[in-house]
Each structure stands twice: as structure tokens, then as C-alpha cells.
């Protein structure tokens, strides 16, 4: 006996990787065995990083439908297998199953590695999609959507699904997330006697007052807003930054409809905006307004200590996203299965425009941007590339998107597909504000500003205090910060023509039928990558060294000019004589 | 014991291990190793790409061969940051040219066409920030047009020649870029060159002010690139709103400028700037209605006048 137990221990490690070994080599040997296609069966296997509730069983009721429909069109059978990865170890699966040629065939993009990495991961192991997206979707025959290209019926347009570098679409979608406000409709109910908070940003406050002044049994006050510091940038990305949208009429100087951090720095160098605009002031008040409902200490914790919070009844609201709908709905449920409160759901509260501080700012309710989620692509190893598509056709489609994502509690990708009710209140808001205030330059002014931000929040300085001490120290370490930028540019230009010359070359391989529209990508990338933004820093540069020099004064961006002006009225006249005539 | 045979037993299978390893297949040929090396240098893995060209150059048996396989050890060797080697790649660009000279030759107008771009990519001092073309390069994209007119090198050198001369911001050069585009475009319109050129000349335009011009140049540059990309892949909802802008802001134009916005609403919703678009309708409906009533009071002022 003795024997054995000092084998044991003198062996501990080498029996501990026989055992790791012998579980691995099963493990693949199971799974190998399992991909093995009998006699009139096709396998797909299907990678995401989906543990969240509903998303495995939807892919197999989806898989199932689609098995069926196929049967019934060719006799074969499609058997879906899925490969529910951890978050944490996406990147490292995905990465070593694409290089070593046993890559699922149909992959989850997006997670757990960089934006550069799973691009080049898309051009050399994923088969571009750009032509079957643009024919129509057969599962949508009978339908309103029906004869519509495929990627149109997206709620983008596709976009998500579109990669600029590649110039090719190689991902399918299937759901749309959106961030809303969850609540406690219970704890609400028992501290305000509301079941649905007010929109209006005042009345929002005043119950937000009203819950704070309220103890627990404990002594403890409620927490109106679970919050930390990653809910604190939603909260400020959805409350406070729509209020600066105005500021495009005042910086937006190439009118691209978007102000850049360059276009800022040169409007507060001409003077044309300061820091204390109307509208940053706004930004920085509803700021103010908010944080005294967070927890306290709300800077020091993490994301999921104020989902704790909302779990355990002590805070009434959390902002979050569509993908944590679920698993905070199962959290309102106890291990009997009985309902421990109802978790209700909307858009965040915002200012009216009759509000005597925020009014001028309000002008309409803020942009939600869709956010595609998990878009499926289908790697170059995949035996059966045609039936992977069509079941990201299936699954895509008017009716089974619709089924897909009643069953995982998301919002449908395709466009007019039913929303589930418990989602009704996440449906994007397409038309809106979106934010415009880009208050720095690059590294140096950024850790200067969150500096003071964090000390502002933290109620040491006001608003004016720090403007007065942000401002100089933008205009000077914006400069150095600009610079950088510029040499930056200057760089990632060289690094944009050896890809274009890359891509060139690959060209040549080209099948004569696809030449043409191939040529066109190219010269397309090249004007994006290389033409167009030469031109535009020239510009920039030149505005941004004539905003210091005091000799030009920067027109405002969105002012007509005097000859516009008059050639419109020229036009107008013109057509009213017509008209008398 | 386990000590005196555990090195021997790692010799073993180190041997063993090398001689698996070892690639008993065909040497690759030259076209194989510039197709590796290529796509090395696409996803920036530079060593690989530079072993294949090199290989390449040794191995070449054709003086086409040797050219390709010079220009694109040139390629690897100026471009990337990493130790770049900016006077061999210049000179192997220089070999490539003569090499292949012949009438129908491929490689030499792509290799007079990089040696082009070295001059605005490398000659330009990295700490002039504010310098980001270099008029000197201008007389080698000319050359490129010059010597093979009708090689689609030729065309990418007029597209980054225009460039240079819409960057440099002054009406002479300005100027010069729409006259080199006009002539390119009256018998290209089916160039997929086409719409980019016309693209810049708009930008041209705008130095010169002449607003009109430049609407009308922005809405002949999408409808020929809406035409060229029949698939359309690409997305244009950013030149729709840039139609609708240079029309009411510049131009004067309120009826384009209502058209375009209302397009851009209609075909991108989800576009982040369709708000902005909205609001615009209704800017261009309140200022309209200011110049009727400006208008109507002036009618009546003359019509009143003695």
C-alpha cells in the first residue's frame, strides 16, 4: 500500500499530463469522430463565444428548421455542431485552429483579438461574400423583402458585414444590440409608487432624489444608478455627450458631419469655440446632476460589483446591453425558479427642449448607432461553403431571424423583423443627436484631461476651474500633441502603399470576368488610403496653422457665405419669374 | 543510468526531429516564391516576404523574371519601417527598368512608378511635418505617363501627379490638376480612375472657389463611380452628404442640396448623419422662405417705384 502511495507521489506530475493527455486525446477523438459525415449528411460546425442564455439552443432550433427545409430539397441532412468558446480563450482557438487548418466552418468574428489581426485573419482565411450578398435572399421569397439584395436587408445596409481594407463583405449578421437603462420594477414600485420611471430629465432626478432619501433595513440608503466606472462612460456617452452635437455648427470645418480632435484643436486655437461653450457646459451639467446617484465609491468599482448591486436589490437602475438582457432577467429568478422581482427596461431619460438649462441642446433624442453583433463568416476550409452560406441565409432571413432571436432575447438584424416585447423599448433610435466634443489632441492632452475630469468629478474643482486650467495647456501640449499626429500620418502612409502594392500584385490573379470590378476596389482603396486624405491634411494643416496666425479669421463651418446667399436668392427670383410668367 | 543516456536521447531526437522536419518536395518555383513573398509583405511579415524575393532574384532564369522579382524585393525593402534599405531598393528599381525594356514590358512602369513614389514616401524630411508632398517627384510621374501611356501604371501616376499638385493649395497648380484630369477623364469616363480623378478635381476647384463647378464635378464623380461599381460594393452615403453640403454652403444650390440630403435619408438610414440631413430640410425650408419674402418685398418695391 505504502508502495503504491509513494509511486503516487513521486509520479504526481507525470500521471497528472497522462491523465491531461489521455482527456485531450478523447476529447479530439470524440470530436473527430462526431465530424465524420455519414451517407447523405452534411456537418456544419459553428464557432461563438455565446454562453449567454437561449444563443445554443437558438442556433439549434435554427439548425434543425434548416436541416429540415434542405432535406426536403436535396435528401441530405445538415447536422449543426457548435463550438461555444469562452471568452477569455477566443482569441487563442480561433487563432490556432485558422492557422492549423482545422478552423469550424462558419466563425464568430470579432472578439478576443485585434482589429488588424482578424482582418488579416479575413483576407487569408475567410471566403469573401460580396457577390452572394448582393443577390437576394431565397428564404425571403413570399415575404416583403423578397427580390431585396441580401446585405439591404440588414438594418445597416450591410456595413457591419463590409470590410474597407479587403473592399470585400465577409461577414454575415445576426442580431443588433443597443444599451438601455434596466430597472427594478418592484423596488421601484416600493420606493415611488411608479412601475415606469419618467422620461423627462427633471422628473427622472426628482425620483432619483426621492429613492437616495430611502433606507434599507439595514440602515443603508437605496442606490438609484448601480454604477462604476465602466457604467460611468455609458452613462455619459448616452446622457451627456447627444447635448454636444451643436457643436459641429462651431468646429465641424470640413463638414463631414463628424468634428475631428485636428478640427477642435483648430477651432479653440482661432477662438472660434472655448472650452466653456454653452453646450460643453451643458455636457459637464448633466454630468454633475448625475453622479450624486451613483454608490459611493462608485470610481473604484468594477462593472461587475454594480451588477451585484442590481442583483441584490439594493440599486434600482443599471445601464447596460441587449446581451445582458437575459442573464439579468435570470438573475431576478431564484435556484426554485420562482420570480424574485421583474426587471424592466427603457431608453435612457434625457432634457426636453422647454428645459430652461439644457433646452437649446436638446434637439432631438440621441443617436443609437445598430450595433451588428458577432457577424458569422465562412472559412476557405469548409467543405460545404455553399450550405454554410445558405444557413446564414436561413438564419438571416425575414422569418428566421425573427425566430432566432425570440428564442435568444435579441434584437433582429433584419429589417421590419418582429422585436421580441421584452425588447420592444431597444429598437434604435436611427435619427438623433450624437456627440461632438473631442477635447483632445492625442496622448499628452488626453491624460491631462482625464486628470482634471476625474478631479472635477470627484467635486475638487469646478467646471470654470477647469476650463481656466485645461485651456493653456491644450493650446501648448496640442501643438507637440498635433505634431505627433502628423508624423504618425506620415508613417501609416507608407505602411497604406505597401498593402495597396500587395493588393495590386494579387490582382493579376484574377480571373479576366471579376478584372474590372477587382480594378475598381483597388482604385477605390487607393483614393481612401492615399489620394483623398493627402489632400485633406493639406488643408488641414493649412487651417489649423491659419487659426493661430490671426491673419485669417476661420469662417464659421456651417454659416452661408454672402455669395451662396446671393446666388440662392438669384436662383429663387429666377424661378419665381418663371413662375408669373 | 538516467543521467548518462537522457543527453543521448536528446541527440537522437534532435536528429530525428530535423530530418522530419527537413522539405524533401521540388525547390519552388520562381513565380511560387514571388506569390509567397507577396502575400508575406500583404499581412507585414517582412523577413518571409524579403527570403522569397531574394530566392526570387537568385533563381530568376528570365530577364522578365529577374525584373519582377527586383521590383518586388525593392517593395519590401523601401516601404516597410522596418529596416528599410532605401538606396538597394532604388537601385534594384533602376535595374528592373532596364531589364525589362522591352515594348510590351510589365514591370518596368510599375518600377518607374515606385521609384515615383519613393520621392514623395521617403525624400520628404520626416520632421517637416507640415510637407507632406514633394514637388520634385512630379517630373517622375510624368515620366511614368510619358513613356507608357497606355499601361494602367500610367494612370495611377497621373491619379498621385494630380494629387501633388491639388495638395500643394495654390490656383496655378490647381489649375494644372483639372486640366490633367479633364483630359484623362473626356476619354477614360469607363476608367475605374475616372471617378477618384474626378474626386480630386473637385478639391481643386474648391482652391479656385468656384463652387458651381465643383457641385457639378462632385455629382459627376458619384454617378460614375455608382456606374463603374456595378456590384456596389462600396458605401457612398459620406459623398451624398458632402453633394448636399457643397450645394447649400457653397454653390447656392437649395434645390441639389434638398435633393441630395433627402437621398442620403432615403438610401442610409442608419447613417449617423441623417439627423444632421433633417435638420438641413429644415434650415434650407426656413431660409427659403426668408429670400420669397426678401424677394416679394423688392417686387414690390420696384412695382411701387415712380
Redesign the interface.
Known amino acids: 500500500m505504502m508502495a503504491i502511495f509513494r509511486f503516487l507521489v513521486n509520479n504526481a506530475a507525470l500521471i497528472l499530463i497522462a491523465a491531461a493527455f489521455a482527456w485531450a486525446a478523447g476529447t479530439v477523438w470524440t470530436r473527430a469522430a462526431r465530424s465524420i459525415e455519414g451517407e447523405n449528411e452534411i456537418i456544419l460546425r459553428v464557432c461563438h463565444w455565446q454562453l449567454e442564455t437561449g444563443y445554443r439552443d437558438a442556433i439549434n432550433e435554427l439548425g434543425k428548421d434548416f436541416s429540415d427545409d434542405y432535406f426536403k430539397r436535396t435528401g441530405k441532412r445538415v447536422t449543426i455542431i457548435q463550438d461555444a468558446i469562452p471568452e477569455t480563450v477566443y482569441g487563442q482557438f480561433v487563432s490556432t485552429n485558422l492557422i492549423g487548418g482545422t478552423a469550424p466552418d462558419l466563425i464568430s468574428v470579432g472578439l478576443g483579438l485585434s482589429n488588424v489581426i482578424w482582418r488579416e485573419y479575413l483576407n487569408r482565411y475567410f471566403v469573401p461574400l460580396t457577390s452572394d450578398i448582393n443577390r437576394p435572399n431565397p428564404f425571403n421569397v413570399g415575404t416583403k423583402l423578397e427580390g431585396v439584395p441580401f446585405k439591404q436587408t440588414f438594418v445597416d445596409g450591410g456595413r457591419s458585414s463590409y470590410n474597407e481594407e479587403l473592399q470585400n463583405y465577409m461577414t454575415v449578421p445576426t442580431s443588433v444590440h443597443a444599451i438601455r437603462l434596466f430597472y427594478n420594477v418592484d423596488l421601484l414600485e416600493k420606493l415611488t409608487g411608479l412601475r415606469t420611471p419618467p422620461k423627462e430629465w427633471n422628473a427622472f432626478l426628482a425620483m432619483s432624489e426621492k429613492i437616495k432619501a430611502q433606507k434599507k433595513a439595514d440602515g443603508t440608503h437605496y442606490t438609484p444608478l448601480a454604477s462604476s466606472k465602466y457604467h460611468f462612460g455609458v452613462w455619459v456617452s448616452t446622457v451627456a455627450d447627444p447635448l454636444t452635437w451643436t457643436l459641429l455648427h462651431k468646429a465641424d470645418f470640413n463638414r463631414d458631419g463628424y468634428v475631428s480632435s485636428e478640427e477642435t484643436f483648430a477651432a479653440v486655437k482661432s477662438g472660434r469655440l472655448k472650452f466653456d461653450d454653452p453646450a460643453i457646459r451643458a455636457r459637464y451639467a448633466i454630468i454633475t446632476q448625475l453622479s450624486p446617484s451613483f454608490p459611493e465609491g462608485w470610481t473604484g468599482k468594477q462593472r461587475d460589483e454594480a451588477v451585484f448591486l442590481f442583483a441584490q436589490q439594493r440599486a434600482v437602475f443599471i445601464p447596460t446591453g441587449t446581451w445582458d438582457a437575459r442573464s439579468l432577467q435570470q438573475q431576478a429568478i431564484d435556484a426554485d425558479g420562482k420570480q424574485i422581482f421583474e426587471v424592466g427596461i427603457i431608453d435612457f431619460p434625457s432634457p426636453t427642449s422647454t428645459d430652461p438649462v439644457y433646452g437649446p441642446f436638446a434637439l432631438g433624442p440621441k443617436y443609437d448607432r445598430p450595433l451588428p453583433w458577432g457577424g458569422f463568416g465562412i472559412t476557405r476550409t469548409c467543405k460545404h461553403p455553399d450550405v454554410a452560406f445558405e444557413f446564414l441565409q436561413y438564419i438571416s432571413s425575414l422569418e428566421g431571424n425573427e425566430k432566432f432571436c425570440r428564442i435568444v432575447g435579441w434584437i433582429p438584424v433584419v429589417e421590419g423583423a418582429a422585436i421580441p416585447e421584452s425588447l420592444r423599448s431597444f429598437k434604435p433610435t436611427l435619427r438623433g443627436m450624437y456627440g461632438n466634443f473631442t477635447p483632445f489632441v492625442g496622448g499628452e492632452t488626453n491624460v491631462r484631461f482625464e486628470q482634471l475630469t476625474d478631479v472635477f468629478i470627484a467635486g475638487r474643482i469646478t467646471f470654470d476651474e477647469m476650463v481656466r486650467q485645461y485651456t493653456p495647456e491644450y493650446l501648448d501640449k496640442g501643438e507637440r500633441d498635433y505634431n505627433l499626429a502628423k508624423r504618425d500620418w506620415k508613417r501609416g502612409s507608407l505602411g497604406s502603399e505597401q498593402f495597396l502594392l500587395a493588393i495590386r500584385e494579387s490582382l493579376k490573379t484574377v480571373p479576366a470576368d471579376r478584372q474590372r470590378e477587382m480594378l475598381w476596389r483597388y482604385a477605390s482603396l487607393t483614393a481612401r488610403r492615399q489620394l483623398f486624405p493627402t489632400v485633406d491634411r493639406a488643408y488641414q494643416v493649412k487651417l489649423i496653422a491659419d487659426s493661430g496666425n490671426g491673419l485669417v479669421q476661420l469662417p464659421a463651418p456651417y454659416e452661408l457665405s454672402a455669395a451662396a446667399r446671393s446666388r440662392a436668392k438669384e436662383k429663387l427670383r429666377k424661378t419665381f419669374a418663371l413662375e408669373s410668367n | 543510468m538516467r543521467r548518462r543516456f537522457a543527453p543521448a536521447l536528446a541527440c537522437c531526437l534532435t536528429v530525428v526531429a530535423c530530418f522530419t522536419g527537413c522539405d524533401k518536395g521540388e525547390p519552388l518555383s520562381v513565380s511560387q516564391q514571388l ?1 509567397l513573398g ?2 508575406a ?4 511579415n517582412i523577413d518571409s516576404s524579403r527570403l522569397h524575393f531574394e530566392s526570387a532574384i537568385t533563381t530568376a532564369s528570365s530577364n522578365q523574371e529577374r525584373a519582377k522579382a527586383k521590383f ?1 524585393m525593392a ?1 519590401s525593402l523601401s ?3 522596418i529596416t528599410p534599405d532605401v538606396e538597394r531598393a532604388r537601385k534594384l528599381l533602376s535595374e528592373a527598368i532596364v531589364l525589362d525594356a522591352d515594348p510590351g514590358t510589365e514591370t518596368a512602369p510599375w518600377a518607374a512608378l ?1 521609384l515615383a ?1 519613393l520621392g514623395d ?2 525624400d ?1 524630411d ?2 517637416a ?2 510637407i ?2 514633394n514637388p520634385d517627384a512630379r517630373d517622375k510621374y510624368r515620366d511614368v505617363m510619358t513613356r507608357w501611356p497606355t499601361h ?1 501604371a500610367a494612370q ?1 501616376a497621373r ?2 501627379l494630380v ?2 499638385l ?4 495654390t490656383p496655378d497648380e490647381a489649375t494644372e490638376a483639372i486640366r490633367l484630369v479633364d483630359e484623362f477623364v473626356a476619354t477614360n469616363q469607363d476608367s ?2 475616372s471617378a ?1 480623378l474626378l ?2 478635381k473637385s ?1 481643386a476647384l474648391r482652391t479656385l472657389g468656384r ?2 463647378d465643383r457641385l457639378a464635378t462632385e455629382i459627376q464623380s458619384l454617378e460614375l ?1 455608382r456606374k ?8 457612398y452615403a ?1 459623398n451624398i ?2 453633394i448636399g ?1 457643397i450645394a ?8 441639389a442640396a434638398r435633393k441630395y440630403y433627402s437621398l442620403l435619408i432615403a438610401e ?3 447613417d ?5 440631413a ?2 438641413a430640410l429644415k434650415r434650407i425650408d426656413a ?2 422662405a426668408t ?2 419674402q ?2 416679394a418685398l423688392e ?1 414690390t418695391a420696384k412695382e411701387t417705384r415712380p
Request: proline residues 6%; charged residues 25%.
Open positions: 506569390d507577396w502575400e509583405l500583404r499581412v507585414g518586388a517593395t516601404l516597410p519601417q515606385l513614389r514616401l521617403r520628404i520626416p520632421d511635418v507640415d507632406l508632398v494602367p495611377e491619379a498621385y494629387t501633388s491639388v495638395a500643394a493649395r475605374p480612375w477618384t474626386g480630386l478639391r463652387s458651381e463611380a463603374i461599381d456595378a456590384a456596389g460594393t462600396t458605401e459620406g452628404w458632402g453640403i447649400e454652403f457653397e454653390a447656392g444650390d437649395l434645390a442610409y438610414p442608419a449617423q448623419r441623417v439627423f444632421n433633417e435638420q431660409l427659403e429670400l420669397k426678401e424677394i417686387n
